[in-house]
């Protein structure tokens, strides 16, 4: 497979790959991570027009209008705070970043599809605790056996996690780029070495 696995799995709008604004939250934490909550410049100059955005960071690089020149935005600050979800939604996209983008059977990276641990013939139910990532040769051999008769076990055991859970797991996955202004705001929490 050409590229990586979980960069090409993110939408990626063309708009952002000159000069994305990094989103904060009013509490100066990314609304996201992975995906990386980011706007394109048009939006992030919208938003501080329509001040709704505190600007905290800007490129060197500026736009113009008939009477105006501004900057461009590289970190905005939401005004209103967003209230982050509780639960995560139980989709196919969260299900292969809890499972770290890997095959829940042998570990492989890639070409992930998902896989019941009880098979649905065997009456097994699609949610959090029975479904996990898998790569397709291992989803072929395990097919709609159970786990003892394929010879197969689970690295981890299926779970539901929290939103906080994949907010954390979203950490571990850093996009290709990353504007030095940004980094002040990543990892802020993380702890700093002596």
């Not at 990626?12 to 394109?40: F, M, Q, T």
Request: aromatic residues 12%; charged residues 25%; positive net charge.
């Amino acid at each position: 497979m050409i590229g990586d696995f979980r960069t090409e799995f993110v939408r990626e709008p063309g708009v952002l790959k000159h000069h994305p604004a990094l989103v904060l939250n009013a509490d100066y934490r990314p609304l996201s991570y992975y995906p990386l909550s980011l706007w394109p410049w048009q939006e992030a100059v919208k938003a501080a027009w329509l001040d709704r955005v505190v600007i905290v960071a800007e490129y060197d690089e500026v736009v113009h209008s008939p009477s105006t020149t501004i900057r461009i935005p590289s970190v905005v600050v939401l005004k209103d705070y967003v209230k982050p979800q509780k639960r995560a939604a139980f989709t196919r996209f969260n299900l292969f970043l809890r499972d770290e983008f890997r095959c829940q059977y042998c570990g492989a990276k890639g070409d992930l599809t998902f896989d019941h641990v009880v098979p649905r013939s065997a009456g097994g139910v699609t949610s959090w605790q029975n479904v996990v990532a898998a790569c397709s040769p291992c989803n072929l051999k395990k097919g709609s056996k159970s786990l003892s008769r394929a010879g197969m076990h689970l690295r981890q055991p299926p779970r539901q996690p929290s939103a906080e859970d994949l907010r954390n797991m979203g950490r571990k996955f850093p996009p290709n780029h990353l504007h030095e202004s940004w980094m002040d705001f990543l990892y802020w929490d993380a702890e700093l070495e002596a």
